[in-house]
């Protein structure tokens, strides 16, 4: 019992270490993706300082002198800020609950084409929730899911699953 107590605990570390603090790229705060290191994910800011302007999601980013797909979008990577635009990059597989909610965003592009072969993305719950100023969004035909209440009281509101 206690071997099996020592193991698991040395294990957590070794987990634990490989945590990071998130890394400022091109004005983005970004962390590696815990379960695939290759991956990079977009964070919140740590400073509770919202983005602004019109943002571009890049497909790679290097962090550490590795380059990374970027993959998702992070809970609340955006939540209250006050960006203009956001253009997702083709490498995004999903953006996570709340990734924009109740941020200034007037115009969002997300995804591409299949014909690219480009991965599936899928949007989880209360992506745009309360987003006011949306009013133009792109979906492109590899977004495969939207979470429920997605574009919720926004100009949007009226999409839903069978959009995509």
């Known amino acids: 019992m206690k071997k099996s107590i020592v193991v698991f605990f040395m294990a957590f570390m070794a ?3 490989n945590a990071q603090d998130p890394v400022l ?3 983005l705060w970004f962390k590696v993706d815990p379960w695939d290191e290759n991956a990079a994910t977009v964070v919140a800011n740590p400073n509770n300082e919202g983005s ?3 943002v571009v999601i890049p497909n790679e980013v290097t962090i ?3 380059v990374r797909k970027v993959t ?3 809970y609340r990577a955006f939540c209250g800020s006050k960006i203009l635009s956001v253009v997702v990059g083709k490498n995004v597989t999903r953006i996570e609950d709340h ?3 109740y941020s200034t965003v007037g115009s969002a592009i997300i995804g591409g084409d299949l014909e690219e072969e480009e991965p599936r993305c899928r949007m989880e719950w209360y992506t745009f929730y309360n987003c006011e100023n949306l009013t133009d969004v792109v979906i492109g035909n590899n977004v495969y899911s939207l ?3 997605t574009f919720q009281n926004t100009g949007q509101h ?3 699953q069978e959009d995509v």
């Open 15 to 17: 987990i634990a270490s």
């Open 25 to 27: 790229v091109d004005g």
């Open 52 to 54: 602004s302007g019109n």
């Open 64 to 66: 550490n002198g590795v």
């Open 72 to 74: 998702t979008i992070g």
């Open 99 to 101: 990734a924009f909610s």
């Open 147 to 149: 979470g429920d209440q």
């Open 158 to 160: 009226d999409r839903d």
